[in-house]
Nanobody, 120 residues
Framework: QVQLVESGGGLVQAGGSLRVSCVASGRTFSNYAMSWFRQAAGKEREAVAGISWSGASTTYADSVKGRFTISRDNAKNTVYLQMNSLKPEDTAVYYC?????????????WGQGTQVTVSS
């Protein structure tokens, strides 16, 4: 089992920045590729960014490319999502997820989510 706990969400004005974090416990964190997803009210959950177990490979949704950066620190069992130039449409609950394969869409473990609200 892997437990994932997100933090760092909050309220920010449009154009601002926020960094959300996800700390993992349980099984070896570095065995897993990690992703961030988000779900806005009334919408389906969508993938935002992903990172391989080593951190060498990353991927982003088109809507956040150039604004968001995913990173990880395996020594701290933590994955981060740095969000810059935030827009009101970025408002959502952000979830981290652990996957057994970087290339797979199958999520093995989910965090409980952290709310990010961007005001206009």
């Amino acid at each position: 089992q892997v437990q994932l706990v997100e933090s760092g969400g909050g309220l920010v004005q449009a154009g601002g920045s926020l960094r959300v974090s996800c700390v993992a416990s349980g099984r070896t964190f570095s065995n897993y590729a990690m992703s961030w997803f988000r779900q806005a009210a009334g919408k389906e959950r969508e993938a935002v960014a992903g990172i391989s177990w080593s951190g060498a490979s990353t991927t982003y949704a088109d809507s956040v490319k150039g604004r968001f950066t995913i990173s990880r620190d395996n020594a701290k069992n933590t994955v981060y999502l740095q969000m810059n130039s935030l827009k009101p449409e970025d408002t959502a609950v952000y979830y981290c997820a652990a996957k057994q394969s970087y290339y797979s869409g199958n999520v093995a473990y989910w965090g409980q989510g952290t709310q990010v609200t961007v005001s206009s």
